[in-house]
């Protein structure tokens, strides 16, 4: 079994840990952090070092490749540029969990996660560095371009397309014939029943656009949720529950 290493010692980290393990192509050695401490234990995997410790820890381990597991995707993004830079032909891995459904001529891109319970319909095309959350499904024709997401509980009809480096949040539905441009985030429990341009917050049920979104801000951060919660409540004054 080939050697990997998972760049990034966190809680999403242990779900791809698990993926890898579940799936059984793979042993994963350890994690690499360039903020927790080396040498710490991680989910009983020792973190290795940094990005800047791959070299080493490659020819020292053996390592066959690995997965960047961060859950925000410009971030994952700008680590996984940055593992280009030090070792050009690292090879990334794609991690598909075995409780998962593919369906026929479905493409899958170096590099991306499919969580346990995810459904990818006939025809449909991941890109690279995805991210298939816990039960989200894609359905027939769906396009995920490069370093997109879905979050756990998302549900997509059919003829999708996701532009690049956009996040589609917890339990959004989102009916057939959608398009969401590049950079582009559409909230928690929405129902997108129209196109959302690039560079776009959206959300509600149905879904509004809220504002325009600047390249690499935070979605996942629990501050910057509940700033948008208040936005949206001021824009519509509407009085709900600010979670």
Request: glycine fraction near 12%; hydrophobic fraction near 40%.
């Given at each position: ?8 010692a ?11 393990e ?13 903020i ?9 995997l ?27 995707n ?15 032909r ?11 459904i ?8 170096e ?20 991210i ?5 499904s ?8 490069d ?17 690049k ?20 985030v ?5 129902l ?10 959206a959300?509600?049920?149905?879904s ?8 690499g ?7 910057n ?19």
């Amino acid at each position: 079994m080939k050697n990997v290493v998972i760049f990034g010692a966190s809680g999403h980290g242990s779900v791809i840990m698990d993926c890898i393990e579940k799936e059984g192509k793979y042993k994963t050695i350890g994690f690499l952090d360039s903020i927790k401490q080396k040498g710490i234990e991680h989910n009983g995997l020792e973190i290795l070092g940094s990005e800047y410790d791959l070299p080493f820890i490659l020819h020292k381990y053996k390592v066959f490749g690995g997965i960047v597991a961060i859950g925000d995707n410009w971030k994952r993004y700008q680590v996984v540029q940055k593992i280009k830079k030090i070792t050009p032909r690292f090879r990334f891995i794609s991690v598909i969990h075995p409780n998962s459904i593919i369906g026929n001529n479905v493409r899958i891109g170096e590099g991306t996660a499919i969580m346990p319970g995810v459904i990818i319909n006939t025809n449909s095309k991941v890109g690279k560095h995805c991210i298939l959350n816990t039960f989200s499904s894609l359905d027939h024709d769906g396009v995920m371009q490069d370093f997109s997401s879905l979050a756990p509980r998302v549900g997509i009809g059919g003829n999708f397309f996701l532009g690049k480096y956009s996040a589609i949040c917890l339990g959004a539905r989102i009916i057939e014939n959608i398009k969401i441009g590049q950079h582009s985030v559409i909230g928690a429990g929405s129902l997108v029943l129209r196109s959302v341009p690039e560079h776009t917050l959206a959300y509600g049920s149905p879904s509004k656009i809220i504002r325009i979104r600047e390249i690499g801000e935070v979605y996942l951060d629990s501050t910057n949720h509940r700033l948008n919660s208040y936005l949206h409540y001021k824009h519509h004054k509407t009085v709900f529950r600010i979670l």
